[in-house]
Every structure is written in structure tokens, then in C-alpha cells.
């Protein structure tokens, strides 16, 4: 598995680290004023993330980067189903919590938490052990198609990775269907097919699972109005701009109104009732009001190293479950704020995904800030 062998990438953790760093000064900027408006304190909402997110965050980080990888691969499976045990318990009367119509909450009286922030980085943990513990025998599979040759023994084979793959997306699709959570299983799932895809299996594998969640999406689209109409407001952002489209029209007035420079940092005017959830969802339309094209472009290029480097680590990493386990965590947090990004600035539809680091949240915090301690740990053991 790779023992430790240097410091973490110095330039890896310092993307971490302004990433962070951003994420409070952006929620302290746009919270203040907003936070102080509904409970009379200006600090409410950013000490709430720094009690419940930054601080167990940083603490669960740190002992994650300290784990030793074989551990992190043999508990993969235990904390997954842990967390799909957290998934159904949302729907138990005194144990889940519900709040406009979804079920995605547990309330533990002292707080609260989302387990599908937990499922982003347990599903990824278990599908890097599950994908690398299949391939291991690759070579040994591929001597014995020489030996034995057949179009059946090679597609038995390529089902042996690819039924239990399908299987663990389609018990989370489940859950995250009945919640519901389609903003999380379109990330999940697009994660999980770039790790499928990194871990050399076939290609028609790859191409046939995206040409079944592209189906299901659409199903999915279909059978639920409020959906529907996103995809519609995407198309024509101008209809219904009080109605269907309002958060959309608003985000756009938002964006715009920072021109080159903004106005400011906390002197956003579109967070006082127009933008709908302001700290959370919308919040990069919020910075962008107070921070300008400048701010937001800073921002995206962070997001853009981050990726970036982690990506570059990936490719010197032998072991396959690190290798996976990295590629899954930079994809988690890449394609989560391309797609918040995206959508509010009219390049996606509306899917209510938080921005990484920065939108308010403690159970997502914390399962990032666990996350980039496991990074840090794999890139202290590249060669």
C-alpha cells in the first residue's frame, strides 16, 4: 500500500488551506449583516460553522491523514454501509428531519447532519477499494483469457467488476431517489463513473453506463414536475422570472450587479430577500455581487489548481486504491462547483448542489475537510 515516504505536496495543501480560508471569508462577508437580521447576532451563522464544521473538520482531517491506507481500504466497505444505514434512518419519525418536503436530515438533538454529504465521500471510499480489489487479478485474468480465450469467459469476466459496481449505484440511487436527492446522485454518479472509467475497464463499460444514466436522468426529469420546469428555465431563463425561473433571474441580477469589481464585501443588496437561500445554494452569486468578476474569477481558478494538481499526484500514485480514492475526491469537489457555478451563472440547470468549502453546512464541511486530510495523506506516499 505505500508507506510514507515525504511531507504532504506543499502545493496541494496550500490550495486546501486558501480554499478554506475563502470558504470563511466568503460566509463571514456574505452572513453578517444577513445573520444579524435574523438573530441579532452578526457571528451567528459563521461561529456555527466554525463550532460544528471547521473544528471537527480539521480534527477528523488530521487523524484521516495520519490513517494508514490499508486501514482506509479495509473499513471502506463498513463506513459505506454505515452511511447507507445513515440514509435510511431519514425516513424513521423522531430520528430523520424533514424541511421543504425532502428527507435528508438526521437530528441528533445536540445537532443535526446530512448523511448524503457523508455518502459523497463514503460511496468514493468504497468504490476505490471495490474497483482496485477487482483489478488486482487483472493480470492473472488476462493470462487465463489467453489460455482459455472466448467471448463468454471475457464478458464473465467484465461482469465480475461490473455487477457489484452497478449494484452499490443502484442500492444509493434508491435512497437518494426517495429523499429526494437528485442533485447529490447526479454527482455521485458522475464521480463514480470517472473512477470506473480511471480504472481501465472495458470501454463499452464506461459507455454504456453513461448511456444509462443519461436515461435515468431524463426518467427522473419526467416523472417529477419541479424538475421539468428547471430544465425548462435552463433553456429560456426568461420564463416565468417571478415564478419557475425567480432564483435564476435573481442569480443573474446578482452576478451582474458586481461588475468588474463589486460592490464590496458584505454590502450585497440581492441577499436580503430576493436571492433564495443565500448563505447555502446561491452563495457564489453572492460573492460575486460583493467581489466582482475578479473575486469570482479568483475563486474558480482555485477550484481549477485544486483539480489540477491533485489530478498530477494521481498519475504518480502506483497503488490503485489511492490512485482511485484521489481521482474520486478531486472529482467530487471539481464537478460539485463546476455544477453550482454553473447553474447559477445560467450554464446548468438549477440542481440546489452547495458550493465546496464555501456554502453554509457543517455535515459538508466536514466530510470535505475528512476528505482532503486522506489527499494529503496519498501524496505523502507517491513516489
Excluded at 91 to 100: A, C, D, T, V
Excluded at 178 to 184: F, H, R, S, V, Y
Amino acid at each position: 500500500m505505500g508507506k510514507r515516504t515525504r511531507s504532504p505536496d506543499l502545493l496541494l495543501l496550500s490550495f486546501v488551506l486558501l480554499l478554506v480560508f475563502f470558504g470563511v471569508l466568503i460566509l463571514a462577508s456574505v452572513s453578517a449583516s444577513f445573520s444579524l437580521q435574523k438573530t441579532g447576532s452578526s457571528l451567528y451563522y459563521l461561529n456555527h460553522q466554525i463550532l460544528f464544521g471547521l473544528v471537527p473538520g480539521f480534527f477528523f482531517g488530521f487523524l484521516a491523514y495520519l490513517l494508514p491506507l490499508e486501514k482506509l481500504r479495509n473499513w471502506a466497505t463498513p463506513i459505506f454501509l454505515f452511511t447507507v444505514i445513515c440514509l435510511g434512518a431519514v425516513f424513521i419519525p423522531g430520528i430523520g428531519e424533514s424541511s421543504g418536503g425532502a428527507s435528508r436530515w438526521i437530528n441528533l438533538r445536540l445537532f443535526s447532519f446530512q448523511p448524503s454529504e457523508l455518502l459523497k465521500l463514503s460511496f468514493i471510499l468504497y468504490v476505490a477499494a471495490l474497483l482496485s480489489a477487482k483489478g488486482e487479478n487483472s493480470e492473472e485474468r488476462t493470462l487465463q483469457k489467453k489460455s482459455r480465450g472466448g467471448l463468454l469467459t471475457r464478458v464473465a469476466h467484465g461482469m465480475e467488476m461490473l455487477a457489484p459496481f452497478i449494484f452499490s449505484v443502484g442500492l444509493v440511487s434508491f435512497l437518494l431517489i426517495a429523499q429526494p436527492d437528485i442533485g447529490t446522485l447526479t454527482i455521485i454518479a458522475a464521480i463514480s463513473g470517472v473512477m470506473y472509467f480511471c480504472a481501465k475497464t472495458p470501454l463499452w463499460h464506461t459507455i454504456a453506463l453513461g448511456g444509462l444514466g443519461v436515461a435515468a436522468l431524463f426518467l427522473l426529469i419526467h416523472l417529477a414536475p419541479y424538475r421539468f420546469d428547471r430544465l425548462a428555465v435552463f433553456l429560456n431563463p426568461d420564463l416565468d422570472p417571478l415564478g419557475k425561473g425567480y432564483q435564476l433571474k435573481q442569480a443573474f441580477i446578482s452576478i451582474g450587479s458586481g461588475g468588474l469589481f463589486g460592490r464590496g464585501l458584505g454590502l450585497s443588496v440581492q441577499k436580503f430577500g430576493f436571492l433564495p437561500q443565500p448563505m447555502s445554494d446561491s452563495i457564489f452569486a453572492v460573492f460575486a455581487e460583493e467581489a466582482g468578476f475578479f473575486g469570482s474569477l479568483l475563486l474558480v481558478l482555485l477550484f481549477l489548481a485544486f483539480a489540477w494538481r491533485s489530478l498530477v499526484l494521481s498519475k504518480q500514485i502506483k497503488d490503485q486504491f489511492a490512485m482511485l480514492l484521489m481521482v474520486g475526491i478531486a472529482s467530487w469537489i471539481a464537478l460539485q462547483a463546476l455544477v453550482n457555478i454553473g447553474a447559477l451563472s445560467g450554464l446548468l440547470p438549477l440542481t440546489g448542489i452547495p458550493l465546496p468549502f464555501i456554502s453554509y453546512g457543517g455535515s459538508a464541511l466536514v466530510s470535505e475537510l475528512i476528505a482532503m486530510g486522506i489527499l494529503l495523506n496519498i501524496s505523502s506516499r507517491r513516489t
